[in-house]
């Protein structure tokens, strides 16, 4: 999120929270209704108050419109979000973050120590591929061995299966399991 929509966020927030807690007061009878749209005549009728309050609605109309209606988020960047464009003299390729998760996954499961894997992958702009492995092990698992061995087998992997080369592999052991 840009830093112009995060802007307009807040301004819409507090905004809608200052009306709603006015009229929220106005409706337990704690602020008298006349005196609020005499404040309200006061601030639209006055000279230099006017000018602020049609200043800010202006920009703030013009803001809504970009937010409603401009995305900034080209097919281009969707697609750097979804996987992997691959090209050559034959066509395109496709490979999605997904794939490789569960690529990645299954090499995860292919060890005797390892339980409960989550998988998440995530694509730099040079498709360069960061992998980032939560699972519980075993009581008996040696934790050091195990990560390394996982990190190059998961290296290797997406390699062969893919051509992608893979940045780095962070593996972050959530627990050990006890057995039953």
């Not at 006017?50 to 109309?61: D, E, M, Q, R, T």
């Not at 490789?100 to 591929?129: C, F, H, P, W």
């Not at 051509?163 to 780095?168: G, M, R, T, Y």
Request: glycine letters at 4%.
């Amino acid at each position: 999120m840009k830093i112009l929509e995060k802007i307009t966020l807040i301004l819409y927030s507090n905004l809608i929270l200052i009306l709603a807690i006015l009229l929220c007061i106005m409706i337990f009878g704690w602020v008298d209704i006349n005196s609020v749209g005499n404040w309200v005549h006061g601030v639209l009728t006055g000279e230099t108050s006017s000018k602020i309050v049609l200043g800010v609605s202006i920009a703030l109309i013009l803001l809504s419109i970009r937010c409603i209606f401009f995305d900034k988020t080209s097919k281009e960047q969707i697609k750097d979000r979804q996987g992997v464009l691959m090209q050559n003299e034959n066509g395109k390729l496709m490979i999605s973050k997904v794939t490789i998760e569960n690529l990645v996954a299954s090499v995860a499961k292919g060890y005797q120590d390892t339980q409960e894997i989550n998988t998440r992958v995530e694509l730099d702009k040079e498709n360069n591929v960061n992998v980032f492995v939560n699972l519980t092990v075993t009581n008996n698992a040696v934790i050091k061995d195990l990560s390394a061995n996982l990190q190059n087998a998961i290296k290797e992997k997406v390699k062969l299966a893919t051509d992608l080369e893979v940045k780095e592999v962070n593996i972050k052991v959530k627990d050990i399991s006890n057995p039953q």
